[in-house]
């Protein structure tokens, strides 16, 4: 049925709601490091996803490219996202917002879902909701993207 969640979007909001449960501040050595490898990973997942847009016609090594890419830079500079984090809690706790970690993963993984849930209403070029990633077209919906003009 077209305009429900796949299983990718419910893992690709899941993942990061669950990461945002963990205080950076209070990790160090291998658990600060595994924090990272974790955040990278998932970012990483999304935009390689995200980058699987039939419009924009990316092979995958581009795909996997750009994730990549987009990664490392979040990598390059995770320490500045840290101190955001703390900033964030900081001025949640201050103002009276108890668990303000589980608040948060909570509204951004229903936020991404909600957004994931939008994208899957977006009609195609048919005029139909987009099935979703997972699904086959059928042999007469398939469209050569670049038709020879003779």
Same mark, same amino acid.
């Given at each position: 049925? %077209?305009?429900?969640?796949?299983?990718?979007?419910?893992?690709?909001a899941?993942?990061?709601?669950?990461?945002?449960? %963990?205080?950076?501040?209070?990790?160090?050595?291998?658990?600060?490091?595994?924090?990272?490898?974790?955040?990278?990973?998932?970012?990483?997942?999304?935009?390689?996803?995200?980058?699987? /847009?039939?419009?924009?016609?990316?092979?995958?090594?581009?795909?996997?490219?750009?994730?990549?890419?987009?990664?490392?830079?979040?990598?390059?500079?995770? $320490?500045?996202?840290?101190?955001?984090?703390?900033?964030?809690?900081?001025?949640?706790?201050?103002?009276?917002?108890?668990?303000?970690?589980l608040?948060?993963?909570?509204?951004?993984?229903?936020?991404?879902? %909600?957004?994931? %849930?939008?994208?899957?209403?977006? $009609?195609?070029d048919?005029?139909?909701? /987009? $099935?979703?990633? /997972?699904?086959?077209?059928?042999?007469?919906?398939v469209? /050569?993207?670049?038709?020879?003009?003779?």
């Amino acid at each position: 049925m %077209a305009g429900l969640l796949t299983t990718r979007d419910v893992a690709l909001a899941v993942a990061p709601g669950l990461l945002s449960l %963990a205080d950076p501040s209070a990790l160090s050595g291998r658990g600060l490091a595994a924090y990272r490898l974790g955040v990278a990973a998932t970012t990483v997942a999304s935009t390689v996803v995200e980058l699987d /847009d039939p419009d924009l016609h990316a092979p995958p090594a581009v795909r996997w490219a750009g994730g990549v890419a987009v990664g490392a830079l979040l990598w390059r500079t995770m $320490p500045r996202w840290e101190r955001a984090d703390v900033a964030l809690h900081s001025w949640l706790t201050a103002h009276g917002v108890p668990r303000s970690r589980l608040v948060v993963a909570t509204l951004s993984t229903a936020a991404v879902l %909600a957004l994931a %849930a939008l994208e899957r209403r977006r $009609p195609t070029d048919d005029g139909q909701p /987009d $099935p979703g990633p /997972d699904h086959e077209p059928d042999s007469e919906q398939v469209r /050569d993207p670049d038709p020879v003009v003779g």
